[in-house]
Nanobody
Framework: QVQLVESGGGLVQAGGSLRLSCVVS????????MAWFRQAPGREREFVAA????????DYADSVKGRFTISRDNARNTVYLQMNSLKPEDTAVYFC??????????????????????WGQGAQVTVSS
């Protein structure tokens, strides 16, 4: 079994920074793609960023490009999301997710939540104006 545990959420003023971490345990070698999603109250879960374990291919949602950076440390089985220039609209619960299928699977876009096999419990990020 695989477990994902997020940490690093909190309250920050607009323009500030936070770094989220997601530690993966269990059958970590089965995880090929890692991603971050977020869900604000009353809204659907949305894609934030994804990273490929093998060739470190990366994808970002347009809303976070230039502000957020996803990275992974395979030796530590950890994925990070560095969030800079935070805005009140970034307020949400942030979820770490992992999947077994290839980044290049034509039927499974890395930005699609339905394609992920494992999810963390979520970390609250609140950005005050």
């Amino acid at each position: 079994q695989v477990q994902l545990v997020e940490s690093g959420g909190g309250l920050v003023q607009a323009g500030g920074s936070l770094r989220l971490s997601c530690v993966v345990s269990g059958r970590t070698s089965s995880i090929v793609v890692m991603a971050w999603f977020r869900q604000a109250p009353g809204r659907e879960r949305e894609f934030v960023a994804a990273i490929n374990r093998i060739d470190r291919g990366i994808d970002y949602a347009d809303s976070v490009k230039g502000r957020f950076t996803i990275s992974r440390d395979n030796a530590r089985n950890t994925v990070y999301l560095q969030m800079n220039s935070l805005k009140p609209e970034d307020t949400a619960v942030y979820f770490c997710a992992g999947r077994r299928s290839s980044w290049y699977d034509p039927s499974n876009n890395p930005s699609s939540a339905e394609g992920y096999d494992y999810w963390g419990q979520g970390a609250q990020v609140t950005v005050s104006s």
